[in-house]
């Protein structure tokens, strides 16, 4: 391993020849409303024709620079909710400044930086893949509390469902897959926990920039943990000296606080947050038994801070470090049984949880035509659980090296290499030997992975990539209670990628564009340290996917309006599931695999925006799951699945409507959200316990802010307007009505 790492680390080297002996230059500018006025807080993007090369924020008197870029030619474009500009192009030879100003105009859809689709800045013109971008403006009009709230309306293709209320567990499915086939990194850095699985109750929304999610597969960069899609956070940081702080409390003596402070001095920017929620719980009604649950109370601290440093020749150096802790009470299945047969199990559990995250990166650029990226980072979680039956712990870390290289061999092509390399340890009181002595989990993973990007003209881009992974798993002892020995094992994936993408933008003519793209990739997931730890099936096969994808956008009105349309195909070969007696045996907890499944669907979006700062964003999602095939064993004891049967917890039809007026000194937004019934099982017992139809449901939150001074803004919101009982996942009661007011301070040095 270290020789091995040693010739990666050289051919990174290698592959970047030296810095350029050119004079940077610099480009700086004013970007202005409509009215000529300044603009601030407005992101500037400088591009060349590979990629976004720096951004920049405006300050109060809508003033940006931009240093340190190596003579040629580049585009400039604006980020800001509610505009946008036609691009502005300078040449800039060795050593040379150039001034511009930037006028915008109204639009509903802006031009958008977006990093996670081929892991370097594009505009999203040139994105190939299935796109959407929530921004923190977005977050901050409709009130949004978490990450998962955002994704849940912002939406198309996702399914998000959380068991019971606040910061109860919650689980990402993207267009049908399951919860651990979707990537999540916050600036950059993966944060899945081990096996590639992420619990979005507890990510808070102060401290964010942007959230890019890219639903599609990712393997051929990112490896077994993207094959469904990409979720990346991005944190502000940078720009003018700004802190905002939001106060709340409301219903089920729920309390929130979110302090975020952001900056730059020379060379250096930095970004700094911390939150705390705060929730009673309530009193739930499960719909099957009529029993109620309660003993859901819920707390929350976060800490983020990250910092920048950038210097004259190219480098730049990277930290992020973050912390969160949360305790929770389970309720739901561990109090009750929705099948009415096994109640009273357990009415006091409760949970602490604690995640932890830190990285540092640099950034060189030699020339203008290489690009390198060399990144460590490392993740660490634990719990405890404490019920009457005893208390659990479990621990898990992981170490990733990941380096990369984007070399622009021409104008318009762009050649991409790397290696990624990861230590992963787990450990759990659940997990041990004959002799009840702990024992931990080891996996090793090193991946490499190539791409071609080629854009032959300004409209059309081909994105053409693959990735190697060798993934290997330490022995298991058994524990003489079933669980048999599992031997060392390696397995090794390859996963292919094509993408093409094709835009056309008359700028002279119209500010409306088209942009038409499709896709297809395969992914490999091998089953997680857990999957293997907690069950006695030795035979357990790695999940395999293909996937296909067709999509069209077209913005009309004058680029006010937006509709897009997508069609997937996703098959998935050897679905791993947790079921409640096995395909083989009447064991009682066990995870195997569904030889064949598939989902189809279709993915529909619209958003428009008028002068008058009307906002109106509508989502639809139709979802066809179905299993093709089970084990050939399945007959001897029925597990509960049978051919033709959907996939659990993923919903025929959903959709949202988001209905928004956003004034400098006033605005009101409404959201709804629906779904259809879905198929779900007994929480208790799993499969064993049986299958249930959970109904579908209508949500209707609204709210709205005042400001009453500069800077100062008081906002409410009303959540689960109609007051409907409904349950996201079956037998954990959802909130009921809850009212949520507070104040928000925004300040800019």
Known sequence: ?????????????????????????????????????????????????????????????????????????????????????????????SGASQTVTITLRVSAVTESVVVTAAGRALPRSRVTDSVTVVTGDDIAARQFETVADALRFSVPGLGVTTTGGRGGPTA??????????????????????????????????????????VRGPQSAVYGSDAIGGVVQ??????????????????????????????????????GASFEQLDTDGQDGEISRSGETVSNDQYLRRDMSLNGRWRGERGTTIRSVFRYGTNERGFPGAWGSDPGGTYGGIDTVSRGVNDHRLFSVGIDQRFGSRVDQRIELSHTNSNSEFASPFGESFSDANRLTLRARTDATLRPGIVATGGFDIQQEQAGSTFITDSSFTEVPIDRQMLGFFGELRFDPTSSLSVTAGVRGDRITREALPGDGFGRPLFSDETEVAVNPKVSVGWYLRPADVTPDWTRLRVSAGTGIRPPS??????????????????????????????????????AFFNRYDDLIVSVGQSFENASQFRTDNLSNSRARGLELAATGRTPQGFEARVTYTWLHTEILALDSTESEAPSGFTVGDALLRRPRHQGSVELSFIQPRYSAFTSIGTRSSTLDVDPTFGSFGGFFDNPGYTVVNLGGSVGVWTGVDLTARVLNLLDRDYEEAFGFPSLGRSVIAGIRVVGTR
């Open 233 to 270: 956070i991005v944190t502000k940081q940078g720009g003018p000296t700004r802190l905002s702080s939001v106060i709340e409390g409301g219903t089920f003596g729920t309390s929130r606080v979110s302090i975020n402070t952001t900056g730059s001095a020379g060379e250096v920017s930095w």
């Open 172 to 213: 990402l499915f993207t267009r049908g897959g399951e919860s651990d086939f979707t990537l999540v990194m916050i600036d950059g850095v993966r944060i899945n926990g081990f096996g590639g699985s992420y619990d979005f109750a507890h990510l808070p929304v102060g401290d964010i920039e942007r959230i890019e999610v």
């Open 1 to 93: 391993m270290k020789r091995t790492f040693g010739l990666l680390v050289l051919a990174i080297t290698v592959f970047g020849v030296g810095p350029a002996l050119a004079q940077p230059g610099s480009v700086s500018g004013t970007v202005v409303d409509p009215d000529g006025r300044p603009t601030p807080n407005a992101t500037v993007l400088i591009s060349d024709q590979s990629a976004v090369r720096d951004t920049a924020v405006t300050d109060g008197q809508g003033r940006f620079q931009s240093a340190g870029l190596p003579a040629g030619r580049y585009e400039l474009a604006v980020v800001l909710p509610g505009f946008r500009a036609a691009p502005t192009t300078v040449e800039l030879s």
């Open 529 to 566: 340290a857990f999957e293997i730890a907690f069950t006695d099936n030795p035979a357990l096969k790695s999940e395999r996917t293909r996937s296909v994808d067709f999509g069209v956008e077209q913005a009309v009105a004058g680029g006010r309006v937006v509709v897009e349309a997508t």
